[in-house]
């Protein structure tokens, strides 16, 4: 019960007519068996509360509308690039691509269907005279497909003569390798490889001897002059960003490129920087170290994001969010992806504490934990078989798993733990057959070292109340799943449903 009148009093006046302290007046109070609640400020400080509450929960609620937001964007965002189709011209010479180039320019479509009984005696021929110059015999794909169809409009007169050229200009163990790698030079005159070999030295800066080794390797680029390959290259650079050295060494990796016109690279960029949220200016080093991103149809990126996204139980975006975070987890399999995030949990639930961080993991902090090899996984069971799971002495979660094989030796020293242990730990790292990389060990240079907290709470598909939209969350099945940062029972599936339009996703 209230009284303040008589502390009101006591503050006023004390024994001697002067006022007193805060501290005399609580000990008056205190002797009186009276408490001095001010109403005022203490409807204040319920108000403020209030008020800050409120803000609090406005402030988490605009977030969550717009994670949701993104997320479906970004599914309408995959749903095109199934679709995607290339508005310009794929190659720049219309001719089969695998064909050296100098071979591409002559180029004109067969009609009809496969090769005739006529057309097979000619190879016959062209064969046995290829068996009397060179010592072998045509190799099997020179005698069907476009190969077969190019060498049959040949006479065997006409080879005989070319032959001559190339063992003359060449000699004759050169042309046996480049004619066992592709026959189709028989079609075109020596010149041709003399060209190129002079365009790769000058603006590739291959040595002579490197050169005539890689078009070995590489008989596509047979034809190319000097300017040609010039022009092919700086289109190359200027369509994916980088500079002139940087594209030379992608171009001599990947020489297919040299075969697309700068449009189609142009429009392949920018489709893959939209299915790669939050790569922004690193794509063109990505592009560089794996060349396929753009060698591939974006169709194709688009497939294996939904994939992974299906296999992990992830949003799509999400998993948009993991190759960007490091494109070197398109190249590990679904079944090995699954297995680890599978672990990954098993090792997380030891403790409150990790299973709160793989809750809040953002993609790129759970693309680097997926991206460790066994022997980092190990030292998560180390950890918690020593009772240190969750321990404020020990770090997070995905630094354990990505520090460097040294410093989490330092580490178990300054825990203290057991000498048996720690070499238990060194001989796990050792023997991890199935590693994909040094444990803690960065997987390329175009990976983000951003931890995205702001993403965290997106790897999952998120549910909505019925105050929020009519999208309906239906749960069935055991286990745990994270879903909108909420620790739920995993489903053996999960259907996100909103108007018959959200997809069907599987939970690992």
Not at 218 to 245: F, I
Not at 377 to 390: K, P, W
Not at 414 to 428: D, E, M, N, P, Y
Not at 461 to 473: C, F
Request: proline share 6%; with cysteine; aromatic share 2%.
């Amino acid at each position: 019960m209230l009284h303040s009148q008589p502390v009101n009093a006591i503050w006023q006046r004390g024994p001697k007519g002067k006022r007193r302290g805060a501290a005399t007046e609580a000990a008056a109070a205190a002797s009186q068996q009276r408490v001095y609640v001010p109403e005022a400020a203490s409807t204040a400080v319920t108000l403020g509360g209030d008020a800050a509450t409120a803000r609090s929960e406005a402030r988490s609620e605009a977030l969550r509308r717009m994670r949701v937001r993104t997320i479906r964007a970004y599914d309408e965002l995959l749903a095109r690039a199934l679709e995607w189709q290339a508005q310009g011209r794929h190659y720049i010479l219309d001719a089969p691509s695998h064909l050296p180039v100098a071979v591409q320019r002559g180029w004109s479509p067969q009609g009809g269907g496969g090769l005739s009984d006529e057309d097979h005696l000619r190879l016959a021929t062209i064969s046995a005279e290829v068996q009397r110059a060179l010592g072998v015999a045509l190799p099997e794909r020179a005698l069907r497909g476009e190969r077969g169809a190019l060498l049959a409009a040949q006479s065997a007169r006409h080879v005989a003569v070319r032959l001559s050229e190339w063992v003359g200009v060449c000699g004759a163990d050169y042309v046996r390798q480049l004619v066992g790698v592709e026959p189709c030079v028989l079609a075109a005159p020596p010149q041709a490889l003399l060209s190129t070999l002079e365009a790769l030295n000058r603006h590739a800066e291959l040595e002579p001897q490197d050169a005539v080794t890689y078009l070995l390797r590489h008989p596509a680029l047979v034809g190319l002059s000097p300017s040609e390959l010039e022009e092919r290259l700086e289109g190359v650079a200027a369509a994916v960003g980088l500079a002139p050295d940087e594209a030379r060494k992608m171009v001599l990796e990947r020489p297919e490129l040299l075969m697309l016109t700068p449009q189609r690279l142009e429009e392949t960029m920018e489709m893959v920087e939209q299915l790669l949220p939050g790569v922004d200016d690193r794509l063109p080093s990505m592009v560089a170290r794996r060349p396929q991103l753009v060698l591939r149809s974006p169709r194709t990126l688009a497939r294996d994001i939904r994939q992974l996204a299906a296999t992990l139980g992830l949003t799509n975006w999400a998993a948009g969010r993991l190759v960007a975070g490091g494109s070197g987890i398109l190249e590990l399999s679904l079944t090995t992806l699954a297995a680890r995030l599978q672990r990954l949990k098993d090792l997380c639930s030891a403790h409150p504490s990790w299973r709160q961080q793989l809750t809040a993991m953002s993609p790129g902090g759970l693309g680097r934990c997926l991206r460790c090899n066994d022997a980092a996984f190990e030292r998560l069971s180390l950890l918690a078989a020593a009772g240190l799971a969750g321990s404020r002495r020990v770090p997070k979660v995905k630094r354990i798993l990505t520090l460097p094989a040294g410093r989490f030796d330092a580490l178990f020293q300054q825990l203290g733990l057991a000498r048996g242990v720690r070499s238990g730990a060194a001989a796990t790292g050792a023997s991890a057959a199935s590693s994909d990389s040094a444990p803690g060990a960065r997987a390329a240079s175009d990976e983000s070292d951003s931890d995205d907290e702001e993403d965290s709470g997106m790897l999952w598909p998120p549910a909505e109340d019925a105050r929020n939209g009519p999208t309906a969350l239906n749960i069935s099945g055991g286990s745990s799943l994270v879903v909108a940062g909420i620790v739920a029972e995993e489903p053996a599936s999960m259907e996100l449903t909103e108007d018959a339009r959200s997809p069907v996703l599987s939970a690992v």
